[in-house]
């Protein structure tokens, strides 16, 4: 990726402890494996999820 | 199902000034989280509104949500005298946002952005920490799980 304009922002917000105590359940293993990859690569692994939850979902409807 | 491939290649062949927002900016950043839409920001000029019009027409934009029938008429007019949409195509659901709470226009955003390159287009993403930034000022609760994995991928990315 590359930036346009200004540099980064230059700042961070200061912790929100609501937001801290959400951050203990999130899966940082997911993000670490998502992080080798490119944005591109990334999409594509969303629309290829998106389609087989799609898929499920249709699947599950035309169940008797 | 939202087709993301082709909702992109349709808005960046057109030259439709856009920023990429909400779940699939956050994807394309590292989230792992899904996400049913595509929400941009547009520029507000005519000459901008002009081409996403004209870009999404074949795609045949509905209301989303809306009943069946409810007049709505695909043109710039009726895209400039409104602000936000809900939208529904024939490629899936899109979000078209002249302005987000938090964030302002596309004026406001364009430079905190970064060209990303995705199914062999370039368009702008909302930068991660302006992503961040704007989910806090929208204050939702519903966004206190996906503001909390956006920090986490900053700090793995030592961002922070």
């Known amino acids: 990726m590359s930036r346009i304009g200004r540099e980064p922002l230059g700042f961070w917000l200061e912790p929100d402890p609501v937001i801290e105590a959400y951050k203990k359940d999130v899966d940082r293993t997911l993000i670490r494996e998502n992080l080798k990859l490119t944005p591109d690569q990334r999409l594509r692994k969303l629309q290829s999820f998106m389609k087989f939850i799609h898929e499920i979902r249709g699947s599950a409807r035309r169940r008797p | ?160």
């Open chain 2, 1 to 160: 199902m939202t087709d993301f491939d082709r909702l992109l290649r349709v808005l960046a062949d057109s030259h439709t000034e856009f920023i990429l927002v909400g779940g699939v900016a956050a994807a394309a950043h590292g989230s792992a989280r899904a996400t049913y839409d595509i929400d941009i920001v547009y520029a507000r000029t005519r000459e901008n509104v002009e081409r996403l019009v004209s870009a999404l027409r074949p795609l045949e934009p509905y209301l989303r949500g809306a009943p069946p029938g409810l007049p709505f008429s695909w043109e710039s007019g009726t895209i400039l005298r409104g602000l936000n949409f809900t939208l529904t195509t024939g490629a899936g659901d899109i979000d078209l946002l002249g302005e987000i709470t938090g964030g302002g226009t596309y004026d406001d955003l364009v430079a905190d952005t970064e060209v990303i390159e995705v199914f062999g287009v370039k368009c702008f993403c909302l930068s991660l920490e302006r992503l961040i930034a704007v989910k806090r000022a929208a204050g939702r609760p519903k966004d206190l799980e996906t503001i909390a994995e956006l920090e986490a991928i900053a700090e793995e990315r030592k961002l922070v």
